[in-house]
């Protein structure tokens, strides 16, 4: 195995704070919204400024990228940000492995 | 669907709401917080979670300077987010930058001290550790040498200097700044005579014009991107102009891509200039009030030679755009519109560049021309009209370079080859006169071929104590500078780091360190910014601080006779009182945080930095802060004033009433700057039929440097897996390669077989290929070549020749980044 192999992807549940900017085009805009509050694994803030905020909650890290790429994918999603992530449960996770093991 | 409507208890575990719900919330609150942040509202409270604490910290990576708010709760790291009271940032973070906490937590962290014997790694104690490297540095004091980093905090960096310098009389150290920022440095030195910007990252709000030169800063330097695509978006025009030798993902928001050859930024700089001579275009205010001559000779020292204006004229007479197209490969008519945009007066332009003029060959010369232009159109001076350097490493300026971790430097951008400056240096630290050694250290692609040679061969550096870095990885020509270290049975490898690392494999001993937030710090970011933080959680097993282990290693060397160890009345260097006067034997790791450390290494530093107009305010003052700019000058109300733009009368306090701009630190010592002409020169190696390909090296924006703790963390890992070579389709067509397939690609100092990644995220031009180094297992560093620029020392990663064959392996198909 190598050195950096030896942390695999945990199976952590990731909860990330998102902002998203929205088009000027009104259909569209509501049409981004309704499409973003429908998610089951999006909590859809308030609006301040130009921005939305959004709770994203995935099972695990690969999910977690999957949305973010998807956010952007929606027809009048024009940015989007992440600005937090909680890691739950991750730091559980860590355990130290006596690093004379790998060293060996 | 789920609202935000549910009113939720401040404390889930009392509600009985699960914790998942809870964050959701936190998540939304910390949203709202950057997003009123940015929009100039007053952000609202955020969700109080009582068995979570959150505290600051600058991001671990980049030298951007971002400012994370670190979420501890039961001792762990649960939560980041960007803060949104950093100037920096604003609240926003990049890829690497949300996954920051996970970096403490990899499997494999080192927790005990390990020592080599019969050719395994044994685990030993903290006493025996500390004994054997002083016994190994009391044995040939002069044959020790120190390999830091910009990753050192300010007082880990400047605790090794002060051990080194003062302690030992020894100048072998370096930090690895000198493989990223060497270069930068020597520029600034050279053309005004004092290191760093003058300017700041609020050049980015207000300028037109913004050029990169060899600058992936949508990668590289994303939240900094951001704040310039954040202005187009509220509909300001800033004008992004792409100087490189591949497309990138900055190219895709570029209104100018500019690719060009090699090496030959140097001919497309003098073109610039040559434009504003012949079009009389130049600033000839601002050239007669501000500016002196110079041009680089043979010799290429820091001085060069004066010249005349008119010597200026004529050098430059020869970089007419068809010359410099001929040479660079960029078209005269591109090369007319980058002369008269320099031309004009009615917009302001910011340059910016990182690696790719400072791993260059010739690294000082391309920083001065840089610096050049803009001196010569009156660029420079306004807000928004600046040259400016990033840095790669959170304390590359803090650390390496205002600490001076280099091995001419002392503290506060004093030379050790100057005797005034050692003399105030001494008095400093109280050390008999005559202590501290005038001669320059080796500079680290010496330092690391005398530890590679055999003692009777000359190799005599023959114990390496390497702290917060890895070379093993991040050297060039690794054969050569560290794997033949190899059967050296007299050097001696000390390795102090967190993970286990290529340079951990040739270790003799392995110290283990916390690291971030597992200890207290203070970076310095790339526009003078001084920041600080709180220990938050405790390193695991036995790991401990690195500024501890030089204390402890200098306490050891006391105790077994070194006079060094001493300052001139007798007492130990690393003293430390209490608020009681008693001194604290922080030496041993129980009492370390009896005495805030950090803060009383800080106050010493601090006499060093108000020498050259560096002035940094006390320890608390930082602790307020989300980072102050220096010089941080006290008003007369008692407040302390951060500078944002330097030799600007109307912010800088040092410059003259009426100046205007004032070079206080110029070389000329008449308040000038220098303006250099330098010639385009060719590479060291270039492509030839043996070897017909470009080789350049970089980095991804979901990896930092040489992937020790980003490959730890799963999200950045399995974003982007492993190192890959990109090439043209073309190219690989004619050869034909396939996406996928494994080629091998073969300098004259080594060679190595990865996959093959085409039309991926770069998009190298025909007779190229590129390269990231952060994957341990594909080195591309036994690749690269090992040439320095003469001035700075520093390598240049970024050419040289390669041949591209066929792989022997099966074809593997990469997976490429996916966020």
């Given at each position: 195995m190598n050195r950096s192999e030896a942390h695999e992807s945990p199976r952590d549940p990731v909860v990330g704070g998102v902002l998203v900017r929205l088009t000027d085009n009104t259909v569209l805009r509501e049409s981004a919204l309704a499409t973003l509050a429908e998610h089951p694994a999006l909590t859809l803030g308030e609006a301040i400024g130009e921005w939305w905020t959004l709770a994203v909650e995935a099972e695990n890290a690969s999910e977690g990228r999957d949305l973010h790429g998807w956010l952007a994918t929606v027809?009048?999603?024009e940015w989007v940000e992440v600005v937090s992530v909680h890691f739950v449960g991750m730091a559980d996770e860590a355990a130290s492995k006596p690093a004379v093991e790998v060293m060996a | 669907m789920k609202t935000n409507s549910e009113t939720l208890s401040p404390n889930p575990a009392a509600s009985g709401l699960d914790r998942r719900r809870f964050l959701q919330r936190a998540a939304l609150a910390s949203a709202a917080a950057v997003a009123a942040a940015r929009s100039g509202l007053t952000p609202p409270a955020q969700?109080?979670?009582?068995?979570t604490r959150w505290d600051k910290a600058p991001c671990r990576?980049?030298?951007?300077?971002c400012h994370v708010e670190v979420g501890v709760r039961e001792g762990k790291i649960v939560g980041i987010r960007g803060d949104?009271?950093?100037?920096?940032?604003k609240g926003l973070l990049c890829v690497k930058g949300y996954h920051v906490?996970?970096?403490?937590?990899?499997?494999?962290?080192?927790t005990q001290p390990m020592l080599r014997r019969n050719g395994r790694m044994e685990v030993i104690g903290w006493n025996e550790a500390i004994d054997v490297v002083a016994r190994r540095i009391m044995a040939a004091p002069q044959r020790f040498a120190i390999y830091g980093s910009g990753q050192w905090t300010v007082a880990e960096g400047y605790a090794s200097q002060k051990l080194m310098k003062?302690?030992?009389?020894?100048?072998h150290i370096e930090p690895n700044a000198r493989l990223c920022m060497a270069s930068a440095v020597t520029g600034y030195l050279s053309v005004?005579?004092?290191?760093?910007?003058?300017?700041?990252?609020?050049d980015l709000d207000t300028c037109d014009v913004l050029i990169l030169w060899g600058n992936n800063m949508a990668e590289m330097h994303p939240v900094l991107f951001s704040r310039i695509l954040e202005r187009r978006n509220r509909g300001e025009k800033v004008r992004i102009i792409d100087l490189s030798t591949r497309r990138t993902r900055t190219s895709e928001f570029a209104d100018d891509y500019l690719e060009f050859r090699p090496q030959s930024d140097l001919a497309i700089a003098n073109g610039i200039a040559h434009l504003l001579i012949q079009s009389s275009t130049y600033s000839k205010a601002f050239v007669e009030k501000h500016c002196a001559f110079k041009t680089d000779t043979?010799?290429?020292?820091?001085?060069g030679k004066p010249m005349s204006f008119a010597e200026y004229c004529r050098e430059l007479e020869a970089y007419t755009p068809e010359k410099v197209e001929e040479i660079s490969g960029v078209p005269a008519a591109k090369i007319r519109m980058l002369g008269q945009l320099f031309g004009r007066t009615d917009v302001r332009i910011t340059s910016v560049w990182c690696?790719?003029?400072?791993?260059?060959?010739r690294g000082t010369n391309i920083n001065r021309l840089v610096h050049g232009i803009h001196l010569l159109s009156g660029?420079?001076?306004?807000?928004?009209?600046a040259p400016t350097s990033l840095t790669g490493?959170?304390?590359?300026?803090?650390?390496?370079r205002e600490v001076g971790t280099l091995c001419h430097l002392l503290p506060?951008?004093?030379?050790?080859?100057?005797p005034e400056h050692r003399k105030q240096s001494e008095q400093i630290w109280n050390l008999?006169?005559?202590?501290?050694?005038p001669k320059p250290g080796y500079h680290t692609v010496q330092l690391f071929e005398k530890f590679c040679t055999a003692t009777e061969k000359g190799?005599?550096?023959?114990t390496l104590f390497t702290q917060v870095t890895n070379p093993g990885q991040s050297l060039p020509n690794l054969h050569k500078?560290?794997?033949?270290?190899?059967?050296?049975?007299d050097k001696f490898l000390i390795v102090c780091d967190v993970y286990p690392t290529a340079t951990t494999e040739l270790a003799d001993l392995i110290l283990p360190a916390a690291m971030w937030v597992e200890k207290n710090g203070i970076y310095g970011n790339s526009e003078r910014r001084t920041q600080q933080w709180f220990r938050m959680v405790r390193p695991p097993g036995n790991a401990r601080d690195d500024c501890w282990m030089t204390i402890a290693i200098a306490r050891r060397l006391f105790e077994l006779g070194?006079?060094?160890?001493?300052?001139?009345?007798?007492?130990?260097?690393f003293t430390f009182k209490n608020e009681q006067g008693e001194e604290v034997p922080v030496w041993e790791w129980e009492r370390y945080?009896?005495?805030?450390v950090d803060r009383a290494l800080f106050e010493e530093y601090r006499l060093f930095t108000r020498l050259k107009h560096k002035d940094l305010a006390p320890y608390d003052e930082y602790v307020k802060a989300r980072g102050l700019r220096w010089p941080v000058v006290q008003q007369p109300d008692g407040s302390w004033r951060e500078t944002?733009?330097?030799?600007m009368e109307f912010d800088d306090p040092?410059?003259?009433?009426?100046?205007?701009?004032?070079?206080?630190?110029?070389v000329t010592q008449d308040d000038r700057a220098q303006v250099w002409f330098a010639p385009y020169e060719l590479p060291p190696e270039v492509p030839d039929a043996e070897y017909p390909f470009w080789l350049g090296t970089g980095r991804v924006?979901?990896?930092?440097?040489?992937?020790?703790?980003?490959?730890?963390v799963p999200q950045l890992r399995n974003a982007v897996p492993h190192s890959y070579v990109e090439m043209h389709p073309s190219d690989a067509a004619e050869k034909g390669f396939k996406n996928g397939d494994l080629v091998k690609l073969k300098t004259r100092r080594g060679e190595l077989e990865l996959p093959l990644w085409i039309s991926g995220r770069g998009h190298p031009p025909r007779g190229s290929v590129f390269v990231p180094f952060f994957d341990e297992r594909i080195m591309i560093n036994d690749l690269t070549?090992?040439?320095?620029?003469?001035?700075?020392k520093q390598p240049d990663y970024k050419k040289c020749a390669v041949d591209v064959q066929r792989g022997s392996q099966r074809s593997a198909r990469p997976r490429g980044p996916t966020i």
């Open positions: 027809p009048g999603v | 969700a109080a979670e009582p068995d990576f980049c030298g951007t300077g949104p009271k950093a100037e920096v940032n906490g996970m970096i403490l937590y990899g499997k494999d962290r080192l003062a302690g030992l009389a020894n100048n005004y005579g004092v290191d760093e910007p003058a300017g700041c990252y609020d043979a010799e290429h020292t820091l001085d690696m790719g003029m400072n791993q260059h060959a660029h420079w001076g306004r807000p928004g009209d490493q959170p304390s590359a300026c803090g650390t390496a506060g951008g004093r030379l050790v080859a100057n008999p006169e005559g202590r501290l050694n190799g005599d550096i023959q500078l560290f794997k033949s270290k190899t059967g050296l049975e070194h006079p060094g160890m001493k300052d001139k009345d007798g007492k130990f260097l945080y009896d005495v805030n944002k733009f330097r030799f040092y410059v003259k009433k009426g100046a205007g701009i004032q070079f206080y630190h110029s924006l979901e990896h930092w440097h040489t992937g020790t703790m980003t490959m730890r070549l090992d040439a320095v620029c003469p001035v700075s």
